[in-house]
Structures are given as C-alpha cells and as structure tokens.
C-alpha cells in the first residue's frame, strides 16, 4: 500500500479459512475522508476491477471454481475462487464525512445512467460484487459517506459512529440509493424522520434501529490479526470485519455469492432508478446557478453556525 494514494487497497490472507478479504480505504484522513472527483473515480474503478475478478469464477464450470489459480500481484498462486469478502472503511477516525465541496464529484454525472456514466460511479460498480462488502465504519457517516456505507451489505461500527443526512439542509438530492435503502434497513417512517430533519445519528440509536448490525466495544470478542501487515491494532471495528470475513470465508463460495443475488434481487430496483432520475432532473435545474455547493461549504466552514444535538 502506498500511504499517498487517496485509495488504500489491501489484499490479506484470513487466518482461519485461508481465503482473501479485500481492504479498501478511503485514505485522506486529515479531511475525514471526504471523497473529490479523484476519490470517487478511484473507488468507482477499484471496485469495478474486484467485480470483475470476482465474476470470472462465476462462469467456470463448478470443477474449475475451486481448483483452477491464477498469479497474484507477488507472483504466488491463489484460487480465483478465493475472495471471501470486501472490507470497507476509512483511515483515521472517520469512515467519510461526505463530498468534499472544493472539488465534488459532478453530481449530473452521478446521477446518469449512461454506460460511461455508471463506469465512475463507485455505488454502481459497489452493486456489481458478487461477495459481501463489510463496512468497517468510526466516526462521521455523512450524506455521501452515509451512501456508500449503504452501498455496503453489513456495517459494523463502534461508539464513535455517527450517520447524518444532510441533502436537504443544503438543496441536494441522493443519486446513490440513500433515499431508497436507508427506508430498507430502518423503515420509511424513521428513514423520513432522518433525513427531513437533517439531525445526526448516534451509534446506539443506529444500532437500536437496524442501521448498524453489530456495535463493537471493548469488552467484544474479536480475533487477532497479528502477522497481517498494515492493520491497526487498535481498531477493533476493523477487526472485527476481518473476523467476520473469515467466518464467511469458511463457508461455500458458490452459495455466498447465489445467496447474496438472491437477496439483492429480491428488492426492487425500481426506486433506485427513479431517484437517478429525479436527482438528474434536480441538478439539471440547480446546478446552473453555481450557488448549490458555495452556499454547502460556507455553513460548513462558518464557526457560528448552530451544532446541533440529536434528539434520536
């Protein structure tokens, strides 16, 4: 891993069922992760690269699925079969404290769905993994954040975790699914209540509400991850991750991935693709104005402004 690149992947042997995770973290930290026009492309293509991979072992005759190996990156051999999971996350505190306004990502592009379009939006090429994505989430989950996190199948997070929407507050629609998914996971009324209010989330309550699936503590059990290189021993949302991904990892490829399908296809899609078009619409008409973003960032950076508790 290269500590100036803006998106850290990170390829690790579970210890238990000697299967791959794929750590992939948003690695600009002293702006809590907040993701400009170079992150979202970046996600958008490292995730695209691991769909990819993951679907050549969906066409191999069930024989070949788990013998056939490939060359990996240090010239060692591994099952193509092989990626149990992806992890998720951010480095440092917080997991993504949403678009960074200096340089967001083009919300008209975001919104398309046009072949070349969808290529650089990293929730799309997130929907295309055939594995479980794990989101190791701390700290600031916010508006952007807050949809790709749930672009993630399962999210752990710890005390620190806090989700918050925020389109409303300052006239911008969600492209990414969050007007849909998030009714999904907490229901539509405490979903409305959220993100017409614009108030934080803390971790209990997200927990209590089905947004978090597990809260991990320091008293939780989680397992070590000494002899993997790069993890922070201190995180223990993200080995708790890797501990899970083992766990996955130990079952049968095949019925992961047929099992994970079945879920996803069992939800309707026709949603998401009318928020794509409804945020089309909505920037198609805003965005001319060149205030959308200015009047975001100056309530962002203004001392005065109210910082507000939650009442959730």
């Known amino acids: 891993m290269d500590g100036d690149e803006v998106v850290l992947v990170q390829r690790i042997t579970l210890p238990q069922s000697q299967k791959i995770a794929i750590i992939v973290t948003i690695n600009r930290p002293d702006k809590k992760n907040c993701f400009n026009t170079q992150v979202c492309h970046k996600l958008a293509n490292v995730f695209h690269v691991i769909a990819q991979e993951v ?35 951010g480095a440092g505190t917080s997991f993504c404290a949403g678009a960074d306004l200096s340089d967001p990502p083009n919300p008209l592009h975001q919104s398309s769905d046009l072949p070349h379009h969808l290529r650089i939006n990293p929730v799309h090429q997130m929907g295309r993994i055939g594995v479980p994505i794990i989101g190791a989430v701390r700290g600031h989950v916010i508006t952007g954040g807050f949809e790709l996190a749930l672009a993630c199948d399962i999210l752990l997070g710890d005390s620190t975790t806090k989700f918050r929407d925020t389109h409303v507050k300052f006239g911008l629609a969600p492209c990414w699914g969050l007007s849909q ?39 939780s059990t989680t397992s070590s991850c000494d002899g993997i290189e790069g993890i922070d021993e201190n995180n223990r949302v993200l080995h708790r991750a890797i501990q899970l991904a083992d766990s996955i990892g130990a079952n049968d490829p095949v019925m992961v991935r047929r099992y994970k399908r079945a879920m996803i296809e069992g939800m309707d899609v026709t949603g998401l693709h009318r928020e794509r078009e409804l945020g089309l619409a909505h920037y198609l008409e805003v965005v001319g104005d060149g205030t959308t973003f200015e009047d975001a960032k100056d309530y962002i950076s203004s001392e005065s402004r109210p910082r507000m508790q939650s009442k959730l």
């Open 55 to 89: 679907q050549v072992a969906d066409y191999l005759p069930p024989r070949q699925r788990t013998d056939d190996t490939e060359e990996d990156d240090n010239g060692g051999q591994e099952s193509i079969n092989s990626i149990a999971a992806v992890i998720f996350t």
């Open 181 to 219: 998914k998030l009714s999904q996971r907490i229901g539509p009324g405490r979903a409305k209540m959220l993100s017409f209010s614009a108030l934080p989330l803390k971790a209990d309550v997200a927990y209590e509400w089905g947004l978090l699936d597990e809260i991990i503590t320091d008293s």
